[in-house]
């Protein structure tokens, strides 16, 4: 879709497409807002010709009467939508944000995490010309999904910050502007938000689920093999967020269902012994995953990332809080790993 300013000041909007269907005529017109959030026909645009896949319009004004200069045109708060036909409205052949709705080409994006392997995804956030954001939901599945950015790591929880669209039939697109307590929030903001997404199915189910902004993974990881006690075997991971914040991640096979197993980082190795220095959320049994966002040690003192791949310390994961003389696995880390 092209506009061209001419001597006299109208405007010509031109629309060329490729798939059209000979001798037919897809009616075309300029709406408010964007296509994400949906908006009143704002301007006519003459139907598109099936045959050659053309439309030029010259306009001076919105339907309503309004003058409109090419000027405000490219800054228009706007999408176009391009229809089947004028009998069927409802089913879109193209659409478009223009105007100050314009993505630039920026974009950020982050892989979902699911129990399921079945569910497999991905969550983008896409840049606008006016510094506003395009989030867009791409996720294996059908039905209808709620779908929230939530603040802090998922580790950590956090309540909703931002509502989006419902997922329907893997698919979502939202415009972000505020967040729900109506404080502005623009694309360079979100990409340093502190939070994560989840998308939720039947009674509130948790599907999946990814960190983003700041708390998203920079791809530097470390893993550390768990030893095999009483029939358990595992890994944990400690992952780099953009932040510096440390993801630890413990997967163990063969733990048993309701069970709740507490887990801690201590001070030297394993085979020397030392006190707890961090405490990790529990292993849950049906899973046998913990996940934990570190920042910092029990006594108060920051840790990065960088200082817990060499720190001195080792994993304990316990039978259970009535039982920690028990071990369920347990694994040196970091400079003795």
Same mark, same amino acid.
């Given at each position: 879709?092209?506009?061209?300013?001419?001597?006299?000041?109208?405007?010509?909007?031109?629309?060329?497409?490729?798939?059209?269907?000979?001798?037919? +005529?897809?009616?075309?017109? !300029?709406?408010?807002?964007? *296509?994400?959030?949906?908006?009143?026909?704002? !301007?006519?645009?003459?139907?598109?010709?099936?045959?050659?896949?053309?439309?030029?319009?010259?306009?001076?004004?919105?339907?309503?009467? $309004?003058?409109?200069?090419?000027?405000?045109?490219?800054?228009?708060?706007?999408? $176009?939508?391009?229809?089947?036909?004028?009998?069927?409205?409802?089913?879109?052949? *193209?659409?478009?944000?223009?105007?100050?709705?314009?993505?630039?080409?920026?974009?950020?994006?982050?892989?979902?995490? +699911?129990? /399921?392997?079945?569910?497999?995804?991905?969550?983008?956030?896409?840049?606008?010309?006016?510094?506003?954001?395009?989030?867009?939901?791409?996720?294996?599945?059908?039905?209808?999904?709620? +779908?929230?950015?939530?603040?802090?790591?998922?580790?950590?929880?956090?309540?909703?910050?931002?509502?989006?669209?419902? @997922?329907?039939?893997?698919?979502?697109?939202?415009?972000?502007?505020?967040? #729900?307590?109506?404080?502005?929030?623009?694309? /360079?903001?979100?990409?340093?938000?502190?939070?994560?997404?989840?998308?939720?199915?039947?009674?509130? *189910?948790?599907?999946?689920?990814? /960190?983003?902004?700041?708390? &998203?993974?920079?791809? #530097?990881?470390?893993?550390?093999?768990?030893?095999?006690?009483?029939?358990?075997?595992?890994?944990?991971?400690? &992952?780099?967020?953009?932040?510096?914040?440390?993801? @630890?991640?413990?997967?163990?096979?063969?733990?048993?269902?309701?069970? #709740?197993?507490?887990?801690?980082?201590?001070?030297?190795?394993?085979?020397?012994?030392?006190?707890?220095? @961090?405490?990790?959320?529990? $292993?849950?049994?049906?899973?046998?995953?913990?996940?934990?966002?570190?920042?910092?040690? #029990?006594?108060?003192?920051?840790?990065?990332?960088?200082?817990?791949?060499?720190?001195?310390?080792?994993?304990?994961?316990?039978?259970?809080?009535?039982?920690?003389?028990?071990?369920?696995?347990?694994?040196?880390?970091?400079?003795?790993?």
């Amino acid at each position: 879709m092209t506009f061209a300013k001419f001597d006299d000041n109208s405007i010509s909007i031109t629309i060329d497409l490729n798939g059209t269907t000979a001798s037919a +005529s897809q009616p075309a017109h !300029i709406h408010n807002n964007t *296509a994400a959030e949906g908006g009143g026909i704002a !301007i006519d645009i003459t139907s598109v010709d099936g045959t050659t896949g053309e439309s030029v319009t010259v306009i001076t004004q919105t339907n309503d009467g $309004v003058a409109i200069t090419y000027e405000q045109l490219i800054d228009f708060d706007g999408y $176009v939508n391009i229809h089947n036909s004028a009998d069927d409205l409802g089913t879109l052949l *193209a659409q478009g944000d223009i105007g100050q709705n314009k993505l630039t080409g920026e974009f950020t994006e982050y892989e979902f995490l +699911s129990d /399921d392997p079945n569910v497999s995804g991905t969550f983008s956030f896409w840049e606008r010309v006016n510094g506003e954001t395009l989030a867009i939901v791409d996720i294996e599945g059908d039905g209808d999904r709620d +779908s929230h950015i939530h603040g802090n790591s998922a580790a950590e929880g956090g309540g909703i910050l931002i509502d989006l669209n419902h @997922v329907v039939a893997g698919k979502s697109k939202t415009n972000v502007s505020v967040k #729900n307590d109506d404080t502005p929030i623009t694309y /360079d903001e979100l990409l340093e938000f502190d939070g994560y997404l989840n998308i939720h199915g039947d009674a509130g *189910a948790l599907i999946a689920q990814t /960190d983003i902004g700041q708390n &998203a993974l920079t791809g #530097n990881s470390v893993v550390y093999p768990l030893d095999r006690i009483a029939g358990v075997t595992g890994t944990v991971t400690f &992952a780099e967020r953009n932040n510096g914040e440390t993801l @630890v991640r413990i997967q163990l096979i063969g733990t048993q269902a309701g069970n #709740n197993h507490p887990c801690h980082i201590h001070n030297n190795d394993a085979a020397t012994g030392g006190n707890i220095a @961090v405490d990790l959320n529990n $292993v849950n049994g049906n899973t046998g995953r913990s996940v934990s966002n570190v920042t910092q040690l #029990n006594n108060g003192t920051p840790i990065d990332y960088a200082g817990m791949i060499n720190y001195n310390g080792y994993i304990n994961v316990h039978t259970s809080s009535t039982n920690l003389g028990t071990l369920v696995a347990q694994g040196d880390i970091g400079s003795n790993g």
